[in-house]
């Protein structure tokens, strides 16, 4: 949540935050917990933590109206990144970047499993250790098996669940372990 990583930032305690912006401790908890959202709030409290803060209340309330990309463009978007940065630089930059905990506590849970997925795949490759940071997550598997859009098209196109089958024999186990099917992350253009 953003208000933790400014009281982080300010080295700023819950506690001090209901304080000072004069609104009411459980609420800040409720809020850093994800439990309240942003949005929910009211322009006083919004007002009353911008304030406190020191920052705009739009800052506040854009992560809370932030638009999730389509699934299937996401994994694109990651895809490139590799490919554009290399296999090293990726890694690094998302291990610094504690994006896949980020999206986690977004409750972006397909985003987050394909990140470490992905991380833990160009791990492997190069033969390098696992990051131990997220073995938590590692443990987590999406109630549904998210299927490339290819393959729904393919069931469509056969009239049958077939290539459902196929590609499940064929995925890379990092993302299956999440129950996410995927075969091919190396050829994009």
Known sequence: MII????EQKKMTKYRLSRISNVPQTTILD????????????????????????VSMESLIASSVETRPDFEIYKSHVCHKVKNLGDMDFIINV???NEIQKLYHQQWYMESLYLLAMVDYISRENDLPSCTNYNSLRKIRLKETIYPISVHAKCIACGSD??????IRVAIPEF?????????????Y
Do not use: M
């Open 31 to 54: 809020i850093c917990s994800g439990k309240t959202k942003l949005g929910n709030c009211s322009s006083v409290t919004l007002y009353r933590l911008a304030k406190a803060l020191d």
């Open 4 to 7: 933790n990583t400014i009281l």
């Open 176 to 188: 299956i372990r999440h129950n996410i099917v995927e075969a091919d992350v190396r050829n994009v």
């Open 162 to 167: 077939y290539p459902k089958q196929d590609s």
């Open 95 to 97: 291990l610094e970047s």
